[in-house]
C-alpha cells in the first residue's frame, strides 16, 4: 500500500520561509493535500494538488510536486507565530475511493 | 453547516469500562472515517463507511472495538472493555461523494480518551 513520510520537526524563525517535504510510494496518486492541526483541534486543509501540476500557488503558500521522485512540498512564505503546528501531508491513491494515506505530521515551530 | 461534530469532547475512564464516542457528519456528505491519533503511531485510520455501509474496517485494533452508522446523520465508535493503551484523540471525518478537491475529508474537533 502507499506509504507517507515526513520529517517530524522543523523551526524556522519569525518572517523566513518554511518548507515542510513530503515523500510518498505510489506512483498513482491523484490528489495529493497539506493538512494544519492545531492544538487541541482537528485537522483542516489548508491546500491541495492534483497529480496533473507541478505548482499550485495560494497567497502565502506554495505547492510543489515532482512525481518522479513522488516528493512534494509546502513552502510557507513570511512565517509567523500562528503558523506553529503539525502539517500533514496526504495522498489519495488511484483505486483507494476515498481513503486518504496520511503522514506523521511534520511540527513547525516559529520563533520570535 | 456546523461541521463534523464529535461528542464528547473529552473522556476520562477507568479500565474494563465501555465507552462510546459519537460522530455527526456533515450533511450530505457520504463518507464518514473514525481516525486514531497518538503520538507513538500517528494517525491511523480505523474504520471508513460509505452510504452508512462500513467499507473497510482492517485499520480496527482488535474485537473491543466496533463502529456503527445506524443513519446518515450518526456514527458511534464503541470500545468495550477499554484499556489504558487505548488512551488517544480519536477523530471523525466524513467527506463527501464527488468533490473538485477529489477526496477531501472535514475533521471534527476530536475526542481526547484517557483510560486509567
Known amino acids: 500500500g502507499e506509504d507517507v513520510e515526513q520529517s517530524l520537526f522543523l523551526s524556522v524563525r519569525e518572517g523566513d520561509s518554511s518548507v515542510i517535504n513530503c515523500t510518498y510510494t505510489?506512483?498513482?496518486?491523484?490528489?495529493l493535500y497539506w493538512y494544519k492541526q492545531e492544538p487541541g483541534a482537528g485537522l483542516q486543509l489548508l491546500t491541495y494538488i492534483f497529480s496533473n501540476m507541478d505548482m499550485k500557488q495560494d497567497q502565502r503558500l506554495t505547492v510543489l510536486l515532482n512525481k518522479k521522485d513522488k516528493h512534494l512540498s509546502l513552502r510557507i512564505a513570511d512565517t509567523q507565530t500562528g503558523d506553529s503546528a503539525i502539517y500533514f501531508c496526504a495522498v489519495l491513491t488511484s483505486g483507494s475511493a476515498r481513503q486518504l494515506t496520511f503522514g506523521s505530521g511534520t511540527q513547525l515551530t516559529v520563533l520570535p | 453547516d456546523a461541521g463534523v461534530i464529535q461528542s464528547p469532547r473529552h473522556e476520562v475512564t477507568e479500565m474494563g469500562q465501555e465507552v462510546t464516542l459519537r460522530c455527526k457528519p456533515i450533511?450530505?456528505?457520504?463518507?464518514l472515517f473514525w481516525y486514531r491519533q497518538t503520538m507513538m503511531r500517528g494517525l491511523e485510520l480505523l474504520i471508513y463507511?460509505?452510504?452508512?455501509?462500513?467499507?473497510?474496517d482492517s485499520g480496527m485494533p482488535e474485537d473491543r472495538f466496533s463502529a456503527k452508522m445506524p443513519n446518515a446523520s450518526f456514527s458511534t465508535l464503541k470500545i468495550q472493555p477499554s484499556e489504558p493503551r487505548d488512551s488517544a484523540v480519536y477523530f471523525c471525518?466524513?467527506?463527501?461523494?464527488?468533490?473538485?478537491?477529489?477526496?477531501?475529508?472535514?475533521f471534527g474537533q476530536g475526542t481526547r480518551l484517557t483510560v486509567v
Open positions: 450533511s450530505g456528505h457520504d463518507y
Open positions: 505510489d506512483s498513482s496518486s491523484t490528489y
Open positions: 463507511f460509505n452510504n452508512n455501509v462500513p467499507i473497510d
Open positions: 471525518a466524513s467527506s463527501p461523494d464527488s468533490s473538485p478537491r477529489g477526496a477531501e475529508a472535514f
